[in-house]
């Protein structure tokens, strides 16, 4: 974008991960993820834009989730 370097991070996120299987011939199958355990606000990337008026360039900042839980339930033959 014109500006050179820029740096970002300097943190660290963490996430949670399992499987559960419910029942002896592994079936019934459930995962759960636990995503930015601590709720850390960071970027997860960068882009680059120009402004509208004298297309000026700067840099751009992808803000990453937030916490977030999942689950998922899956049923193999």
């Known amino acids: ?3 050179g370097r820029v740096g970002y991070g300097d943190y660290t996120v963490v ?3 399992g499987r559960i299987f419910l ?3 592994h ?3 459930l995962d759960l993820h636990l995503n930015n355990l601590f ?3 960071y970027y997860s990337g960068l882009g680059h834009a120009e402004t509208d008026d004298t297309q000026t360039p700067y840099v751009t900042h992808y803000l990453a989730p ?3 839980f999942e689950a998922n339930y ?3 033959f």
């Open 1 to 3: 974008s014109g500006n």
């Open 74 to 76: 899956t049923f193999s």
């Open 39 to 41: 709720n850390r606000e």
């Open 23 to 25: 029942d002896e011939a």
């Open 66 to 68: 937030p916490r977030t």
């Open 27 to 29: 079936h019934h199958r």
């Open 15 to 17: 996430d949670l991960g």
